[in-house]
């Protein structure tokens, strides 16, 4: 596998195109592209341009709704709910936060859940739209079941993301944006292709046991919850992923755990639902919500500046904020061009051509 | 070591009575009880009686105000804080839960935050306040700096647990309540009194290195955070560690990170501290603040009912549902009496005839 170079516009415009293409209108497709760009960008190629061709497979398998209309179906002064109407995930994704957004203006804090959604790309992507408005945002989302609760073999949650970011006045902002688990599925993959093997405490087989075969999950096997077993407290990572799946489901009418509805076209969907489609979880603070913001302001950046002057373990030569390596990423990437595998570009060129667009 | 069996009405009149007779309010005293007793109740006695001796320590030492007067100085229709007035921290942490819960009764959510506090006892306690107005409840605290982030060595975060709670129905709540570590403090102490070694991936050496060694934190050594080292997800720990860190004390004015007060006399407090205190972070949702009660209920009972159906590993033969354990834990034990450790119930007793209190 060898990477090339491509400018990130130039890859924005593609992927903009390529959704008009199918029909969608130019601002939802260029909402689409700003956030499957913005993962390039950060240097997290899973949930970046690779996804273009689930998503037109979803599409094709006419599993997505391209002319989408989501609307508010419920609300207080501080929370709502948004039905997504089966669309790209990040059309009711963007709209929600941004309800969110508003809803803190008025409120100290807003909270808006999504149900009849799909995959919405990377969780930090909303988070950090509350940052433009100097706010704290969160985000979260449930996902395609893969991971099995602590001592059992179902494969009953997602990877299930959480984002958090938070304004740091003069610093750049907190980004935290992890999937509850220690390993994403997109690394697992990479890992057999590789011929290399799993580190244990990753995955188990259908019975249960570690196993360190990276394909296991063709076996029946299931992604353990972050802390990997028991012993050493795979039990919280379990609580961390239950929790993204209630708040991203239960609270919104979404579905959960294993009804959740695959994001690739050659799975079904599971019977009996109990919820619409996918869903999703935001919020936003006010950093002025709790005390007067140039005080929020002022700590925000001690501990920023307290953090980073971490001692380094032996072997490591600096301690990182959340969110830091992405950030450098973005101004590597920005500049030079963003590595894509020429496997991936020739799947996207195929599609391109399908649609006779010229990439 | 051994047990001794108390019936928990009377370990609560004991516990109560003890403060009483430093000074404390009877009001402010059943609540230190009621919090210590549910922790022992659930089975978690490293936050139960045993706290006693160290509160009253703190006491002793001048560090706690008995005589608080907590109060909110800083509102907005969904939020607030609180000034603890270095209380011990369960008075104005119960006052901001229920405030977080009035909030949620108009606004949808609730969220206070507490600055000028002390260690307020198991997470879960005030989470669950909110299960009697059918309410979701969340806490959080920051606690005395023994975790490095990933790749440092320096002790910049506590255990800081998040605990949240949710009603289920028919069915017992969910009750996630835990640690952004694998392992907490006390455990150390416990594995290291019987001379055992600890897992791989709970310790670190003064510089970095894995270690067996339970007591290494007495040599500059370290806690890890949640997924233990960088290759098992630890920069996810780190990442939850500084949330609940951040939404605990720079959201609401308390110390942040290594300038938490240590809750231990022979501890120094840090010098040139940012904030005030200690800090919690509380929140509350209506679970009719996305879609109508009933819908919601339904749908978290099917969750239970779901995961409780996972199937279990080779060797195990049911899978938990969060605070299940905890739950049988409180059957059991209000039932036949709460295992004490003589050597705790000794010094307890210890701290009675100092107080001319027979107990």
């Not at 089966?86 to 807003?110: D, H, Q, R, V, W």
């Not at 408005?133 to 985000?139: P, V």
């Not at 688990?181 to 570690?210: C, N, W």
């Not at 994001?263 to 935001?282: C, D």
Request: charged share 20%; hydrophobic share 40%.
């Amino acid at each position: 596998m060898t990477n090339i170079l491509i400018n990130y516009q130039k890859l924005h415009e593609t992927t903009r195109d390529l959704f008009v293409a199918i029909g969608c209108s130019r601002t939802d497709a260029i909402l689409i592209a700003d956030v499957l760009i913005a993962a390039e960008l950060r240097g997290i190629p899973s949930h970046g341009i690779a996804r273009i061709i689930d998503y037109m497979a979803m599409y094709e398998a006419r599993r997505i709704n391209i002319q989408p209309k989501p609307k508010v179906v419920h609300e207080t002064p501080s929370t709502a709910t948004i039905d997504g109407d089966n669309a790209f995930g990040m059309i009711p994704g963007y709209m929600a936060m941004n309800l969110a957004i508003e809803k803190a203006k008025t409120c100290g804090s807003g909270w808006v859940s999504v149900n009849n959604s799909n995959h919405y790309g990377i969780a930090g992507f909303y988070a950090m739209m509350a940052l433009k408005n100097n706010m704290i945002g969160i985000s979260s989302t449930n996902a395609n079941p893969l991971v099995a609760p602590t001592f059992s073999v179902s494969r009953f949650l997602g990877t299930n993301p959480l984002a958090v970011a938070i304004p740091a006045g003069k610093y750049p902002p907190f980004v935290a944006d992890f999937a509850t688990t220690p390993i994403a599925r997109g690394k697992l993959a990479m890992m057999e292709k590789k011929g290399l093997k799993a580190p244990a405490g990753f995955v188990q087989d259908k019975k249960g046991y570690s196993s360190d075969d990276p394909a296991i999950l063709k076996d029946g096997g299931a992604i353990l919850p972050l802390g990997g077993d028991y012993e050493h407290g795979s039990h919280k990572g379990y609580c961390m992923g239950a929790l993204v799946d209630i708040f991203s489901s239960v609270i919104g009418g979404a579905n959960f755990g294993p009804f959740v509805p695959p994001q690739i076209p050659y799975l079904p969907i599971p019977e009996n639902q109990p919820g619409k489609g996918l869903g999703h979880f935001f919020g936003a603070f006010r950093i002025d919500a709790f005390r007067p913001a140039s005080d929020f302001t002022r700590d925000m950046e001690k501990w920023i500046e307290t953090f980073k002057q971490a001692k380094p373990a032996e072997g490591h030569s600096e301690v990182f904020i959340p969110g830091e390596p992405e950030l450098r990423n973005e101004n590597k990437y920005s500049v030079e061009g963003i590595p894509v595998l020429d496997k991936t570009w020739s799947s996207i060129q195929e599609i391109a051509v399908k649609l006779k667009l010229e990439i």
